[in-house]
């Protein structure tokens, strides 16, 4: 029987979406933890490094052993759209997340950064619902569009110039960008992962976008490397491997047992491990402003992604009860 047949690939998924119980919150919880460390660890990077050779060298690593383990596990290639779905994933996760993020903190704290990549979790669950066609309660898109408010507004009163007006600058523009397109790949990898597997889908993503950034690589490689410390290249080696490419095992894997609404619920806790690493890593203060950002950027989050939890059950319970109606009529 042929394996590429389109009919046993929607009828046999890599992973069920409702397999192992809360199986999946935990593989969710372990990439988080991973991911945690990624934007501390960008600011110790691009300390020493140029941040462009930081965002794409990391992906390129990450390809290599992404390629060997794909060759080694022998894995069948995506077909049809699913190639289209993985330029996606990679456009996000591969090429705008890390680059964007990479430019910013080489201008700012990493804390205060943190605040606003805590905006996540809703815009991946925002994202989600678009790409599912769901349709949310009034309360999700009201804490969704408070959540983008708070780390607006907090981006607004930590920007401008010392002594000068408030305002954003540019690198919070690049972590609102970030933002977006980790959201769109974190929805749309989440998806195919029930379909590739779950390291499956972020090693062709990475793969996908290797020509791309290796051309940028070798375009940024830094012309001193001998002034670089062991400090920026073990901050970008656990970029590469761990940030670019395990994590997404566990954090792609969760999402596709999911539920992938109740698994991203996890990401709350990320922004508040970023904060605590980059007080014990960088030594950072923790000011109040950060403290109160963070709190309000992610109770927001939390509530945008428990008011859709709610509305996807309710409509679950809809669907089953006019189901049970149709029955008894025939």
Sequence with gaps: ?????????????????????????????????????TVPLTRV?????????????????????????LALTRQRLPHGVQWARLGLVAAGIVVGFPML??????????????????????ATAVVTVWRTGERPSLGFWVSAGLGGAAAVVFALLQGGAPGGAAGLEWPDLLLFGAVLLAALGYAEGGLLARELGAWQTVSWALAVALPVMLAITLTAVP???????WQQWAAFGYLAVVSMFLGFF??????????????????????VLSIV????????VITLPVALGGLAVILCAGFAVRSRLRGGRTAIASRGRLGARGRIRH
Excluded: H
């Design 1 to 37: 029987m042929n394996l590429d047949n389109s009919a046993i690939k929607q009828s046999s998924p890599v992973l069920s979406s409702g397999s192992r119980g809360r199986t999946g919150l935990w593989w969710g919880l372990l990439g988080v933890a991973a991911f945690s460390l």
């Design 101 to 122: 993020t990479s430019l910013a903190l080489a201008e700012m704290p990493a804390a205060r950064a943190a605040v606003v990549i805590g905006l996540l979790p809703a």
């Design 277 to 284: 690493w980059a007080a014990l890593l960088l030594g950072e």
């Design 223 to 229: 012309l001193a490397v001998g002034v670089v410390g």
């Design 45 to 69: 990077a691009v300390a020493g490094l140029n941040p462009v050779f930081v965002g794409s060298g990391r992906a390129v690593v990450a390809a290599v052993l992404a390629i060997a383990a």
């Design 250 to 271: 566990a954090w792609y894997r969760g999402l596709a047992q999911g539920p992938m609404a109740t698994v991203s619920q996890v990401q709350l806790v990320q922004p």
